[in-house]
T-cell receptor, first 114, second 112 residues
C-alpha cells in the first residue's frame, strides 16, 4: 500500500521562474493538503483540496495556486518565485469522510531558489 | 487560530521513557490533538491522536488532561532512532480535515 508520494524530490529554480510540484495521495484518501516548511520551522498550511476544489487556504499570496485531478492527485504551482520561497514543500492526504483520521505526509520536495 | 506550545528541546536516556508535553489551551471541544515526528527533514510521520481519552498504540501513549488544555506524548522505552523533532498539532477549521497548526516542535535527543 503506497503512501503519499511527491515529485520531484529536489528542484533548483531562479527568481521569477514558475514551478509545479506533484503529489499522489495515499490509497483510499481523497483530500490533499499542501504545506511549506522553512528551515528550522514547523510546516505552514498553504491550502487544501477536496473534490477538485480548494476548500481552505492559509496566509499565502495568489502566486501559490493548486489543482486536484479526478484521481485525487494534486499539483502545487508557484509563480514569480522569490528567494523566500526556498523551502521543503509537503503534501498530506486524508479521507474527507473520516474527519478524525490523521493526515499522512509525503517526504516533500526541496525547492531551492537562486 | 488555535495553537500549541512545546518546549524547544529535551534529552532522554536510551531505554527510559520520554515524556513530551504540549499546551493547547485554545482547542475546541471537537478538535483532536495529533502528534507527529520528523526525522532528517523527511516528511512528518504520524504517531498518535486523541480527543478526550488517553490513547495507546504500538508507537506511543497519549495522555490528555481532563480540561483538554494540554497533553503528553509518552515513548515508553526510547531508542536512539527516536531522536527527532516532535510536533503536537491541532486542526483549525470547521472540520478535523482542516489545516493543521504546527508550532516549532520539541527536538528530542535520545542519548546512549
Amino acid at each position: 500500500d503506497a503512501g503519499v508520494t511527491q515529485s520531484p524530490t529536489h528542484l533548483i529554480k531562479t527568481r521569477g521562474q514558475q514551478v509545479t510540484l506533484r503529489c499522489s495521495p495515499k490509497s483510499g484518501h481523497d483530500t490533499v493538503s499542501w504545506y511549506q516548511q522553512a528551515l528550522g520551522q514547523g510546516p505552514q498550511f498553504i491550502f487544501q483540496y477536496y473534490e477538485e476544489e480548494e476548500r481552505q487556504r492559509g496566509n499565502f499570496p495568489d502566486r501559490f495556486s493548486g489543482h486536484q485531478f479526478p484521481n485525487y492527485s494534486s499539483e502545487l504551482n508557484v509563480n514569480a518565485l522569490l528567494l523566500g520561497d526556498s523551502a521543503l514543500y509537503l503534501c498530506a492526504s486524508s479521507p474527507w469522510i473520516r474527519r478524525d483520521q490523521p493526515q499522512h505526509f509525503g517526504d516533500g520536495t526541496r525547492l531551492s531558489i537562486l | 487560530d488555535a495553537k500549541t506550545t512545546q518546549p524547544p528541546s529535551m534529552d532522554c536516556a536510551e531505554g527510559r521513557a520520554a515524556n513530551l508535553p504540549c499546551n493547547h489551551s485554545t482547542i475546541s471541544g471537537n478538535e483532536y490533538v495529533y502528534w507527529y515526528r520528523q526525522i532528517h527533514s523527511q516528511g512528518p510521520q504520524y504517531i498518535i491522536h486523541g480527543l478526550k481519552n488517553n490513547e495507546t498504540n504500538e508507537m506511543a501513549s497519549l495522555i490528555i488532561t481532563e480540561d483538554r488544555k494540554s497533553s503528553t506524548l509518552i515513548l515508553p522505552h526510547a531508542t536512539l532512532r527516536d531522536t527527532a523533532v516532535y510536533y503536537c498539532t491541532v486542526p483549525y477549521g470547521s472540520s478535523n480535515t482542516g489545516k493543521l497548526i504546527f508550532g516549532q516542535g520539541t527536538t528530542l535527543q535520545v542519548k546512549p
